[in-house]
């Protein structure tokens, strides 16, 4: 910390900031606990890929249907439909490419012909219990048509591709255009850039039996916005009083500046609007916004804004009305690359919408809230049962006087900002190697209360299951990361994530194609209490015999688990596992040469985990001192220069919270330089030059030099007969080619069944005996 105070003497207040929360983070660095491998997730069977029946897909959108017990997948000039039984792998696939004479326009017009000149899927919602509505950007040319999928049970999938509507509004043009969409009651609210150039940003209604319904073209409305996301959210049980909000980025006017800062915003409609009689004609007469704020806070009271909003998930709860809003941001910094994710109550988001509006005088003020009269029905209003009072019924935005329109016109924007729980984010990352870019969110009954097990998607192909952990009435919150997942071989930006908590599934989205990974596989942890319990996994428990699924109302009494603090020692205590099994570990013999270097390597399966070594001489076990000759790595030990008094049995202890386990024994034997010295002074005589690095040549070398197998035989008498197996891998492992190995190894086995025959022959005469080989392979 001192070096942070001198340092930051000389910064101005907002790097100084952001150099804190920098510096916060870098001290609470959180790896995860385990990271499985592709291999390990197929290995297990947790995970498998869709690619497609070409091999490529270019995934653009995914819709998980659990009503049809199905996976719909929209690509490059293609559908699939996939079985959710893994019992059933059948994949149904339509080809839907661009109209004819489309791709060719679109090549004429300057578009790349591989990567935009192709109809991406970028819709796909129920239009009804048979059919989906499907758009897609055919070749810049949008185009809508409904898929055929039949009744539940049924495994159908057709359309014919003849019989498409236009698009436009529905779909963007661009495949790379950021786009949000909704389907409600047979209407298509989608926000999105509804021309061919990319700058028109709008919010619209489409479909259905009522006019087309847009927002005006306004910046004060919608400033280069990047939509992320829509949902229908009701605020009451009354119908007419629905609401769609849309979260988006755009440039803020109100930020100062002429460019304009980049904020997030929530914005929302009245799913009735019918727009103004008069003014706003088939425009939006109820569309307000207002900020939504993800920031750490940092001295002097300065900020630290995360305010480019990534993704977002509703995390539904039996209150529909009330679900909670999941959002990652990421910082707009030339200075550091830093992420975020906020939780939001719709209570507060409501708040905001009720409060004050945002004013502006003229050009040269500054923006404040407005303090004068709001007309009445108050803008941002829907008209419904609870907004009517007597005498002023509204059936209809028509019939809102026209000085509820000029105001909604004029103040889109409310003075007050969204602020998250806690006032600051679950958790933060910064300078990671990758992007977090999908979140989604399970909440998990646990035998200590309640979680939210939060799956987020990266860059390049990863998935990270993280909670976080609140203590008492902190503020602080504690970020566990339980696994990494490398769900794609190859890295690859995920770009959608759907879970089926039903199914226990997480469905994941990326331009190579999606998979299925499922949500926990508890035996993953280990086969003991402790390590059950140190995952802290919500969704496992240590069930007496196993670690297996946590279910809240399980008949099975015996459960063993511990989210909050994941303390084995309390949890475990009156366990089978005996303080032996714990201190058992894998054991192997290394030989090392004084003088020289040696490596006793030890990785913990755990990254949380902290390793100690320990050597044991005798009846004595202390903890090994390193310096510049001893070494402790990531990895294990090493030796520079290795000294006689080396010599020992090497104990690698994990240790995590309070709980250590031992996981390898190593006996550590030291040839001594004097006793190879006559052997090594050969080598310094030049007998041995003509080999690979001066080093002896291989033992089983045909035609090598008799002298070398006479310098090996001479190192097995040294040892003795029941150290070979150690020397000889050492030694081809040192000295030999991968075929000599082999054919080493051959003898070896010849020369151990020669050893086993003259143990059977011990009745025999000495003189037999004496005949036996002893130690010297290079002589079988």
Known sequence: MKEFTAVSQNLPAVLLAVLHLLWADASKVNVPRLRLSYKDLLASNRSSVFSGNRGSLSLSTVFLDEYHDRLFLGGRDVLYSLSLDPANLDAKEIHWPPLPGNREDCEQMGKDPQSECANYVRVLHPYNRTHLLACG??????????????????????MDPTNVENGRGKCPHDPSHPFASTFIGGELYTGLTADFLGHDAVILRSLGGRSTMRTETDQRLLRDPKFVAAHLIPDNDDRDNDKVYFFFTERAMESGGGAGAIYSRVGRVCANDAGGQRVLVNKWSTFIKARLVCSVPGPHGIDTHFDQLEDVFLLRTKDEKNPDVYAIFSTISNVFQGFAVCLYRMADIREAFNGPFAHKEGPDYQWGTYEGRVPYPRPGSCPSKITNQPGKQFGSTKEFP??????????PLMAQAVLPVLRQPLLVKAHLGYRLRQIVVDRVEAEDGQYDVMFIGTDVGTVLKVIALRSGNSLDTEEVTLEELQVFKVPTPITSLEISVKRQTLYVGSPRGVAQVRLHRCETYGQACAECCLARDPYCAWDGTSCTRYTPHGKRRYRRQDIRHGNPVLQCVDQSTSAEDLDAGEERVVYGTENNSTFLECVPRSPQASVAWLVQREERREEVKTDDRVIRTEQGLLFRRLHRQDEGVYVCQARELGFARTLARVSLEVLRGETLGELIAREEGGEWAGSRGGLPPCPSHRGGPAHARSWFKDLMQLLGPSSLPHVEEYCERMWCSDKLRRKHKAMLGKYRLAQESARKGRGKG???????????????
């Not at 000495?766 to 079988?780: C, H, K, L, Q, Y």
């Open 766 to 780: 000495a003189g037999e005996r004496s005949r036996t080989p002893r130690a010297a392979p290079g002589d079988v």
């Open 137 to 158: 950007t055919g070749a810049f040319q949008p185009m809508c048509a409904f898929v055929y999928v039949g009744h539940r049970g049924e495994h159908v999938f057709s």
């Open 402 to 411: 026209d000085a509820v329109l000029q105001f909604a016109r004029g103040h």
